[in-house]
């Protein structure tokens, strides 16, 4: 079992910035992807971006390239997003997930970006 405990949500102005922490407990050996969903209210959860541990390489969505980092601390088995130039439309509850035989997922937290 992974549990995945995110924090770092909140309100921002449009073109601020949050950062967004998940920390991995548990059976972390050998996760094979770490990173990020998003669901807006009455729409599906989309991937933001992930995060290949063992490689160190990432991937993100075109809707959040060139605004959002994803990074990693592994001594502090945590993964980060650095959201930067925030906009009213990445407004969502954002969940961490990590992929190792199975998805887990974190309980999510709410990004909300004020125009």
């Known amino acids: 079992q992974v549990q995945l405990v995110e924090s770092g949500g909140g309100l921002v102005q449009a073109g601020g910035s949050l950062r967004l922490s998940c920390v991995a407990s548990g059976s972390i050996f050998s996760i094979n992807a770490m990173g990020w969903y998003r669901q807006a209210p009455g729409k599906q959860r989309d991937l933001v971006a992930t995060?290949?541990?063992?490689?160190?390489?990432?991937h993100y969505a075109d809707s959040v390239k060139g605004r959002f980092t994803i990074s990693r601390d592994s001594a502090k088995n945590t993964v980060y997003l650095q959201m930067n130039s925030l906009k009213p439309e990445d407004t969502a509850v954002y969940y961490c997930y990590a992929i190792r035989a199975r998805q887990y997922w974190g309980q999510g937290t709410q990004v909300t970006v004020s125009s």
């Open positions: 995060i290949i541990p063992s490689v160190g390489s990432t």
